[in-house]
Nanobody, 115 residues
């Protein structure tokens, strides 16, 4: 059973950047595709992007394509979400999870972008 913990959120001005981390423990992390999701205030959780188990391919929601990148370091059991040119509408709690799993969600990490 893989456990995932998100970190790296914070308060940033519009136009700034943040890098979120999703650290895994337990289980064969390198065999899982990992997705990032976010829940903006008053909204449901939505897909942001995902990366394949070997890091060879990434997928993004149209709203963040060309703005966010995802990478992973399987040796360190960590997936990263690099967020650039942040906008106030990117304000949300960000979560990571195993793609296609019904694993319970973690607490996420809050990202707040000020205008």
């Amino acid at each position: 059973q893989v456990d995932l913990v998100e970190s790296g959120g914070g308060l940033v001005q519009a136009g700034g950047s943040l890098r979120l981390s999703c650290a895994a423990s337990g289980g064969a992390f390198s065999t899982y595709a990992v997705g990032w999701f976010r829940r903006a205030p008053g909204q449901e959780r939505n897909f942001v992007g995902a990366i394949t188990d070997d890091g060879g391919k990434t997928y993004f929601a149209a709203s963040v394509k060309d703005q966010f990148t995802i990478s992973r370091d399987n040796a360190k059991n960590t997936v990263f979400l690099q967020m650039n040119s942040l906008k106030p509408e990117d304000t949300a709690v960000y979560f990571c999870n195993i793609v296609g799993s019904n694993k319970p969600w973690g607490q996420g990490t809050q990202v707040t972008v000020s205008s």
